[in-house]
């Protein structure tokens, strides 16, 4: 593993189905964040955790659940899937000289 | 509110320079991000300020005010490659970037 890696790469799911996005980091980042990407509009932050074993909501968390077990893994669960959540998510952790964030490929998820 | 603000598209000429602009307001502010994105992939860190001033990073440079709450992007030397959105970040007090919707740069050959 090489930087941030996320699974599935993309996936149709039908409404009302539970589903979760995986994310794994060996950068040794103590922040995690998802986010997802819907045309025309900016990134928007779903939830992060600041270090192992803390999470929190961000702008649009509805809808999404969190858990941070260990430093690398960051998964990302949809309860009960909806067509809004059809979007482009995007795993990061931050680190480095100016705390940039790194991004994982993304998921392109389509909820029927 | 927090709120960042910038062109949705700008085309240009492979050579030439072309600047991105972007206005920002953060509660509180802890730097000013850069991100490069390609169509179908990860946005891809570019630069970051701080302090105002001009960044200068080979072919790419970044400038900051933060009395003006701007930055903005200087590509020179366009090429092909470089047709991508840009996307324009403000860390804001918690350390959480807050995302402008990127600009769309097109460039013509």
């Known amino acids: 593993i090489a930087g941030i890696t996320q699974a599935p790469t993309s996936q149709i799911l039908a409404a009302g189905r539970r589903m979760t996005l995986r994310c794994t980091q060996d950068?040794?980042?103590?922040?995690m964040y998802w986010y997802r990407q819907d045309l025309g509009l900016g990134l928007r932050l779903i939830h992060y955790?600041?270090?192992?074993?803390?999470?929190g909501k961000g702008e649009v968390p509805d809808g999404y659940s969190v858990s941070r077990a260990n430093t690398d893994d960051f998964p990302l669960t949809l309860a009960s899937a909806v067509p809004s959540q059809t979007s482009v998510y995007f795993c990061?952790?931050?680190?480095?000289?100016?705390?940039?964030?790194?991004f994982g490929p993304g998921t392109r998820l389509t909820v029927l | 509110g927090q709120n960042i603000d910038q062109p949705t598209e700008m085309t240009a000429t492979e050579g030439a320079i072309v600047q991105i602009n972007c206005t920002y307001q953060?509660?509180?502010?802890?730097?000013l991000f850069w991100y490069q994105q390609h169509a179908g992939e990860a946005p891809t860190f570019l630069s970051y300020?701080?302090l105002d001033g001009l960044e200068e990073k080979g072919r790419f440079s970044s400038f900051l005010s933060r009395s003006k709450g701007y930055s903005y992007l200087l590509l020179k030397e366009l090429q092909m490659k470089d047709s991508a959105s840009y996307l324009c970040?403000?860390?804001?007090?918690?350390?959480?970037?807050?995302w402008g919707a990127g600009t769309k740069l097109i460039i013509k050959p």
């Open positions: 970040a403000g860390m804001d007090s918690n350390y959480q970037l807050i």
């Open positions: 300020n701080v």
């Open positions: 990061a952790s931050s680190g480095g000289e100016n705390n940039e964030q790194f």
């Open positions: 950068m040794r980042h103590n922040a």
């Open positions: 953060t509660s509180g502010f802890n730097g």
């Open positions: 955790s600041n270090t192992a074993g803390t999470t």
